[in-house]
């Protein structure tokens, strides 16, 4: 019945054996219509270093666990641990600060984090520069396209130094040639560093092209249905014949799922 | 392995050359609009309505249809204020009323503002007072001069309280309802960086609340003016000094009808020209800063 976000004490960091641990959790809101389960006794086990995709249909609550995971809410039952610290999380929305530049969005992240005044700046510039974005440290957000919004969030969220990061669909609102190379920054940001991400996502191939694993949420109330874990070595494509595969299959436990819904 | 490692590279570099190209594609032009083309819609279009104004003004008098007692002509008027301008007296009027109008509008700030922010934050404090505060708006300031003439007197504090009185429900409501809009989305992305409570409030909600309050301080300016105009008619004594508003008691009681609208258009000007001056740009500046300046 908690979150838990204690870091580690020194020495141990090592010999995590998780990133984040989701333990029976549940989670039930209650309306004007009743008390309505949305999450029924999920158990998942994020890997450190590992990039796990929750797949599912809409009101199978993945983006409620993400919250849970985020700390954003707390679950009705079971226990979330975050061992790395509060995890980061990223919106469909970049939901990057207007009255900032994208640099000073940055270093926002930095400063609520601790980091002194004087390495703000070189710091957020580095990271400006690992999502390819080296020119746009005093750009405003609305001089940004939508790409380029999503990796200066990305950057902020990475400004977080979290071991965990949470993606809530963030390619979602993106043109397809956009979403596709947003693709190969973030596996390979994701190989550059230690990161264990947890991604949220409705799109199969999406699920596919990015992740080691694949959780298959069922809907009303959410449950694991389902797990797959990818072999196919990266860097993927989205068109490749194995993703296409394994999406294909994918898809169909998923439309299973949601024909159970017609059919009372 | 070889291979497969240069395919890799390709793959990446690819990738960069690929991303470069969408960002030049995407990139959002920002163009200033060029001062002619200013001029031209922004400038041009009040001088010509000023113009016509005075036009119809003139030919009203010129062509006799008002009586010269119920209509002073433009003319007139000039000359009562030429006459002020000579003898030195427009300037200290017009900063007598101004000086008073801008430390009560400061004075009213330093209220408003905390007063707004914990009714927007604190529950209790909202449904308490809340009501009372957008009620008070409507409630004419000049309301307030009687009273404030019974507790302090005829004296700059009492010119103050009606100010504070006007002003401070505009200020506050403006805060209100800018922390009011805030996108919870903002509140999120704050909390899960670790901008909770007063940091919470101080990096994210007052900065993005900053555009509503920015409009209930234009607000809360003209309520400023105007009750501290309200004040100086009702309440003129030789000790307050003479400000604009007892400029214009001074010209109905020497049925002074040029000098009346003299006083009438001096205020109308200075209050136009604060916003102008001070609130305007500032609002520009904020909206366009975060790019929603619509032309």
């Not at chain 1, 020495?11 to 959790?25: C, D, K, N």
């Not at chain 1, 309306?31 to 990039?51: K, M, R």
């Not at chain 1, 930095?110 to 703000?120: F, M, W």
Request: proline share 5%.
């Amino acid at each position: 019945m908690a979150t838990t976000f204690a870091k580690a004490a020194e020495g141990t960091v090592a010999e995590q054996t998780h990133a984040a641990r989701i333990e029976h959790v549940s989670k039930s809101f209650s309306g004007p219509a009743g008390t309505q389960l949305v999450l029924d006794d999920v158990s998942l086990d994020v890997a450190p270093g590992e990039f796990v995709t929750i797949l599912g249909a809409s009101g199978c609550g993945k983006s409620t666990l993400l919250n849970l995971v985020a700390g954003l809410d707390r679950p009705t039952q079971g226990s979330i641990e975050t061992p790395g610290g509060r995890p980061a999380l990223m919106f469909q929305e970049h939901a990057l600060f207007p009255w900032l530049t994208a640099g000073k969005n940055i270093e926002l992240a930095l400063r609520l984090r601790g980091v002194a005044k004087s390495e703000r700046r070189p710091e957020a510039e580095r990271l400006l520069e690992l999502v390819r974005l080296g020119g746009a440290y005093g750009k405003r957000v609305h001089e940004l396209s939508g790409g380029m919004r999503q990796r200066v969030a990305l950057a902020r969220a990475l400004a977080q130094d979290s071991q965990l990061l949470l993606m809530d669909e963030p390619f979602a609102a993106l043109d397809a040639i956009t979403r596709d190379v947003l693709h190969g920054e973030l596996t390979r940001i994701w190989e550059e560093t230690n990161l264990s991400v947890l991604f949220v996502t409705h799109n199969v191939r999406e699920a596919v092209r990015l992740a080691q694993r694949v959780v298959l949420l069922s809907s009303r109330p959410g449950r694991v249905a389902k797990e797959w874990t990818v072999g196919i070595e990266q860097p993927r494509r989205i068109e490749d014949a194995d993703v296409a595969e394994l999406s294909l299959e994918i898809t169909e436990h998923l439309r299973g799922e949601i024909r159970r819904h017609g059919q009372h | 392995m070889a291979s497969t490692d240069t395919a890799a590279t390709v793959k990446k570099d690819d990738l960069a050359g690929l991303e470069a190209g969408l960002d030049a594609l995407d990139a959002v032009e920002i163009r200033r609009t060029p001062v002619r083309e200013v001029l031209l819609k922004k400038v041009l279009p009040p001088t010509i309505a000023v113009a016509l104004v005075l036009a119809v003004w003139q030919i009203l008098v010129s062509a006799k249809i008002t009586e010269e007692t119920k209509l002073p002509a433009p003319s007139a008027v000039w000359d009562g204020l030429v006459d002020m301008w000579l003898q030195g007296t427009l300037l200290e009027v017009v900063w007598t009323s101004v000086s008073r109008g801008l430390a009560g509008f400061l004075l009213a700030l330093a209220i408003g503002t905390p007063l707004g922010l914990l009714v927007a934050r604190v529950k209790f404090v909202r449904a308490a007072i809340g009501p009372i505060l957008s009620g008070l708006q409507s409630l004419p300031s000049v309301a307030w001069v009687p009273p404030a003439v019974l507790w302090f007197g005829l004296n700059d504090a009492m010119m103050f309280t009606v100010i504070l009185l006007g002003a401070v429900p505009s200020i506050a409501n403006g805060l209100v309802s800018g922390v009011d809009q805030v996108p919870p989305l903002f509140l999120r992305a704050g909390r899960t960086m670790g901008a909770t409570g007063l940091k919470g409030t101080w990096h994210v909600v007052l900065p993005a609340a900053l555009p509503g309050y920015l409009a209930g301080l234009k607000q809360g300016w003209a309520f400023s003016w105007r009750s501290l105009m309200a004040a100086e008619i009702i309440a003129s004594s030789p000790d307050l000094g003479l400000g604009l508003g007892q400029l214009l008691e001074n010209g109905r009681n020497n049925i002074d009808l040029p000098g009346v609208f003299l006083a009438i258009l001096l205020i109308l000007v200075v209050g136009i020209a604060i916003d102008l001056l001070i609130f305007s740009p500032l609002e520009r500046w904020v909206l366009r800063s975060r790019g929603l300046l619509v032309k």
